[in-house]
């Protein structure tokens, strides 16, 4: 059990980017000896948790725990092992695979709930002490094509480009594809400015919690066919500027780009686009009026219109409808997209990604490279280039010319994944495997070396939110012995590899390093130290070093070197695959109030593993009538890649052509068998949102 230290300890919670404040208070009585937990003032939660937030102590205590390196034998079982033995072990597999195959043949795979140090530390570790280029994370399914659009159309990708308690004062408020009441609730406090007005406008295929926010006047649900956001905005950007509800001042001023958009979306006029979408005319028209006439308006995007082939460009129209109206920058309105993971933030800042180093900048970019290479004390010509987005990483699993070994560092690919059954087989048919991890989650139980780490209160490190604000991770219990801190594990690789630069082990100073490295890039973090986040969490990057921080970006220029937002046309693609053919559905995949990511932490909350134990399809009463389904009947969904079997919730909540399921769970319950690993052609995001698929009952002995 955890020893816990003699004080109250602030910290933040473990799981989603909103990071809400909490305090962790020794509670040396309970049993397991976790400490109890509050909610703490700060201006995201305002003292408010979620049951997540709430139960978050329970993974402390929790008697799944790994307590020391695992090592599978020969008879295919695990056994414990001193971390000399197992370190040992992982270095000269590492080594051989290089030798024999090449450094690409070594795949590193990061997480979005790591800290800043260890993200960046796990990037320099690939570069250097592996001199492997296949590195990316598990971000990549996450943020991948908002940060692609973001960056884009204005230079800079932070989630929020303005504090989270600026949307109170907003009269509107259009959410598109997120469920905030379910995946981050204290967030819904910001909203109720919107609400009072009558204008928070929530677009979602299902009727959410997030959708009953708007209902007795307090909004608008807006319920199109799934994978139809792209054509909804473009019809929105064709009423603004059809009805001249544009600003034309803005837009002459900060923009570029504004004469194709015009034409381009002639062509979708509101007729066409009702049809497309299911999407009355009428109400097309009144959410433009709303968005081009309220005092303080916001758009905000979420995974259900990132998560597609196309959802680069979704992120682009809706950043384009934002620009026409003159929102970003604005003093009182905006265009933000909201994070998911915990670090999604600064974990797609400090180099895990396939084409990126710290600050944000890009791999292929001398002057980047020369720069890190002076921090690193390292030729610049020893850094790889660019590597493999996640899904194609993930793809080349096992395959000849592929990833032979893998790391996989805090995540759980075996369920998050898309296309789960042939990562699976791809993880299945490599030469090495090692995960570190907490608990043995489904990825760790099929590795060949386990490395157990410290999980977020019993570690030291900094955390970036939603709102692109740097915030203290705080240490409040003493890791079980036998843990070790990711830093550590990386450190004592690097060295039995003979990486050509030093690995620090502790927090700070790995975070003085990253400062350094990303001064003067995009995500600049030189002004910040340990002791200013000390004194209080204000810190917003860019933070160039003497600055007092950025709060709100774009009030004078985006961050293009001319200093214009850039519009850009965008067209609707093809679904990936046919859509509700032969009697088939539409799958479309998210999120419950009680989990989290792929449930490798929540399964294990006692709380939160008994409210929701298990995967439920939602369908409409109507198809489980055409279908023979009754309501809590098991059943199978099918398509091409794999089969989910569970029961079935009838609810009126969904489209009759669609069909939901939550993406937390194992095995015959995974939802990532069903989902398709096309990928966006410019952010790499896998087709997670829509999938054809049948579903019929299931005859029960
Ligand atoms: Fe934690 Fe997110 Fe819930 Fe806040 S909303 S308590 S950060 S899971």
């Known amino acids: 059990?955890?020893?816990?230290?003699?004080?109250?300890?602030?910290?933040?919670?473990?799981?989603?980017?909103?990071?809400?404040?909490?305090?962790?208070?020794?509670?040396?009585?309970?049993?397991?000896?976790?400490?109890?937990?509050?909610?703490?003032?700060?201006?995201?939660?305002?003292?408010?948790?979620?049951?997540?937030?709430?139960?978050?102590?329970?993974?402390?205590?929790?008697?799944?725990?790994?307590?020391?390196?695992?090592?599978?034998?020969?008879?295919?079982?695990?056994?414990?092992?001193?971390?000399?033995?197992?370190?040992?072990?992982?270095?000269?597999?590492?080594?051989?695979?290089?030798?024999?195959?090449?450094?690409?043949?070594?795949?590193?795979?990061?997480?979005?709930?790591?800290?800043?140090?260890?993200?960046?530390?796990?990037?320099?570790?690939?570069?250097?002490?592996?001199?492997?280029?296949?590195?990316?994370y598990n971000g990549r399914f996450c943020m991948s094509s908002a940060a692609a659009a973001g960056t884009r159309a204005f230079g800079i990708d932070r989630g929020l480009p303005f504090p989270v308690d600026h949307l109170d004062a907003a009269e509107t408020v259009l959410l598109l594809g997120t469920n905030v009441a379910e995946t981050m609730p204290p967030f819904i406090g910001h909203l109720t400015g919107a609400q009072a007005a009558g204008g928070l406008i929530v677009v979602d295929p299902r009727r959410t919690a997030t959708v009953r926010l708007t209902e007795n006047g307090q909004g608008m649900h807006v319920q199109p066919t799934p994978g139809s956001d792209l054509v909804l905005l473009l019809g929105l950007i064709h009423i603004v500027i059809a009805e001249r509800l544009w600003d034309e001042a803005y837009v002459a001023e900060r923009t570029a780009g504004f004469p194709e958009l015009r034409r381009s979306v002639s062509v979708w006029w509101p007729e066409r686009v009702a049809s497309e979408t299911g999407v009355p005319v009428p109400q097309l028209r009144e959410i433009a009026r709303r968005l081009a006439t309220g005092r303080g308006t916001y758009i905000l995007t979420g995974r259900g219109v990132e998560q597609h082939v196309d959802g680069t460009d979704t992120a682009t129209a809706a950043i384009n409808l934002s620009l026409l109206l003159g929102l970003p920058g604005s003093q009182h309105s905006g265009y933000g997209t909201l994070t998911g993971q915990g670090n999604g933030q600064g974990g797609r800042e400090h180099g895990q990604k396939a084409d990126q180093l710290p600050g944000y900048r890009k791999i292929a970019d001398p002057g980047a490279r020369r720069h890190v290479a002076a921090v690193w004390g390292i030729d610049p010509a020893i850094i790889p280039g660019p590597g493999l987005p996640a899904a194609q990483l993930l793809q080349s699993l096992g395959q000849p010319d592929g990833i032979r070994a893998f790391l996989v560092h805090g995540s759980n690919v075996v369920v998050s994944a898309p296309n789960a059954a042939q990562v699976a087989a791809g993880l299945a048919a490599l030469d090495f495997l090692v995960v570190c991890d907490f608990f043995l989650s489904e990825t760790a139980a099929i590795a060949d070396v386990v490395l157990p780490v410290t999980q977020w209160a019993e570690e030291e490190g900094t955390i970036t939110s939603l709102e692109g604000r740097v915030l203290r991770r705080r240490r409040a219990v003493s890791a079980p012995p036998g843990v070790r801190d990711e830093l550590w594990v990386l450190h004592e690789l690097a060295e039995r590899l003979d990486a050509p630069s030093t690995f620090d082990v502790d927090p700070e100073a790995v975070f003085e390093e990253l400062r350094l490295a990303s001064e003067g890039g995009i995500a600049d973090y030189s002004g910040i130290d340990y002791a200013m986040l000390e004194a209080g969490e204000a810190a917003y990057w860019p933070f160039p070093r003497g600055s007092a921080g950025t709060p709100r970006l774009f009030a004078d220029r985006f961050g293009h070197p001319d200093g214009l937002a850039r519009i850009v046309a965008v067209a609707p693609t093809p679904p990936a695959e046919p859509l509700n053919v032969d009697g088939g559905l539409t799958l479309i995949t998210g999120r419950l109030l009680e989990h989290y990511q792929s449930g490798a932490q929540t399964r294990r909350v006692p709380e939160l593993a008994a409210a929701q134990p298990h995967a439920r399809l939602q369908l409409h009463p109507a198809t489980a009538a055409r279908l023979g389904i009754d309501h809590d009947a098991l059943v199978e969904v099918v398509n091409g890649r794999g089969t989910v079997r569970c029961r079935a919730r009838l609810s009126v909540d969904i489209r009759p052509d669609t069909v939901f399921l939550p993406f937390h769970f194992p095995a015959d319950e995974s939802a990532n068998v069903l989902t398709l690993d096309a990928v966006d052609p410019i952010s790499g995001m896998p087709e997670f949102k829509k999938s054809a698929v049948h579903v019929s009952p299931v005859i029960e002995a």
């Open 1 to 136: 059990m955890p020893a816990l230290p003699d004080a109250a300890t602030p910290t933040h919670c473990p799981y989603c980017a909103l990071q809400c404040a909490m305090t962790l208070t020794p509670a040396p009585d309970a049993v397991p000896a976790v400490p109890t937990v509050e909610g703490r003032a700060f201006p995201t939660n305002r003292g408010g948790l979620c049951k997540k937030g709430w139960t978050s102590p329970a993974l402390l205590g929790s008697p799944d725990r790994i307590t020391a390196p695992l090592i599978r034998g020969a008879d295919g079982t695990f056994r414990e092992a001193g971390w000399d033995e197992a370190l040992d072990l992982v270095a000269d597999r590492l080594r051989e695979t290089r030798r024999l195959h090449g450094a690409d043949a070594v795949g590193v795979f990061g997480g979005g709930g790591l800290t800043n140090e260890k993200a960046y530390l796990l990037g320099k570790f690939a570069r250097l002490a592996l001199g492997t280029s296949r590195i990316d």
